[in-house]
């Protein structure tokens, strides 16, 4: 990989790309050496002598280092391939809005994890029955936390390096109520704005460990923990409120997962990356 020492006598407008071609030398292939020479001619320096362009035409080549071609290429497999924090400071905040994932799709798949992962835990807790009864808080949190913070986990990598201890948030969260519960006495049969509260503090405390994990990636993600606490909490109460327990058990769940996924889907959705910078203050005419 070329470092170029002369980068400090660049022209502005070439420092840029000099970085970009530096950081894309393994993924250039081929062009790694015709890059680096048409910066390097453009900014009046001397040309890398080791390098062959073995498997390159002439043609190929003259595309590639052509006047706006240069820039095209690294941007289409920067935006690709790297990650955000190899992108320069200025630019990682544009990086961020033109490859921002809509809300909606977000949304979708944060949905979607939720509900594959409820959906895993039934047969997982059929599995573990066949070995050994379930019984307790703990039986319950492994069989419900695990495979939906594996699910939500999975779907966070898709734009964030979030720690695998996520996978475990939920379990923890959900042991953390429950003990809660213990010592103050709650049962089942409270009313709808009991049991709602203690679900909603359940979510505050499955929130508060996925925030530990989270402020490293985004900023103001604070107020994820608010939104699990509201998403859980409404989720319980729209359920005991329309009765769908007894209607239909399998639709209640539905409701209940929609509502906590929507949530925290959004508050997820509007998160900024840790990279990007806050946006500057509009200066005074």
């Known amino acids: 990989m070329f470092y170029f020492q002369r980068e400090g006598n660049m022209p502005a407008l070439l420092r840029q790309p000099v970085k970009r071609c530096n950081r894309l030398a393994y993924l250039c292939g081929d062009c790694r050496e015709f890059c680096s020479k048409k910066i390097y001619n453009q900014a009046g320096g001397e040309r890398p002598s080791r390098g062959t362009q073995t498997g390159v035409t002439a043609r190929a080549r003259r595309e590639v280092c052509a006047p706006g071609w240069l820039d095209g290429l690294l941007d289409a497999v920067a935006s690709e391939t790297l990650p955000m924090n190899s992108y320069p400071v200025d630019e990682r905040q544009a990086h961020v809005t033109s490859k921002s994932t809509p809300l909606w799709q977000t949304v979708f798949i944060w949905t979607a994890a939720n509900a594959l992962g409820i959906a895993a835990s039934m047969p997982l807790s059929a599995l573990i029955s066949l070995v050994k009864p379930l019984t307790g808080l703990a039986g319950s949190a492994v069989v419900i936390g695990i495979p939906v913070g594996l699910m939500q986990w999975l779907a966070l990598r898709r734009t964030a390096r979030v720690s695998p201890l996520w996978i475990f948030t939920v379990f923890f969260g959900l042991v953390a109520v429950g003990w809660l519960a213990g010592l103050i006495s709650f049962h089942d ?17 499955i929130g508060l460990l ?12 604070f107020w994820y923990p608010l939104s699990s606490a509201l998403g859980l909490g409404l989720a319980l109460w729209a359920v005991l409120v329309t009765n769908l327990v007894s209607v239909n058990g399998s639709l209640a769940l539905a409701l209940g997962i929609l509502i906590y996924s929507v949530a925290t889907g959004v508050a997820l959705a509007h998160l900024p990356p840790a990279s990007s910078p806050e946006p500057a203050p509009d200066q005074p005419a």
Do not use: P
């Open 210 to 221: 996925q925030w530990s994990l989270l402020f490293r990636h985004f900023r103001r993600s």
């Open 189 to 205: 049969d409270e009313g709808i704005l009991e049991l709602s509260s203690l679900y909603a503090l359940a979510g505050l405390i």
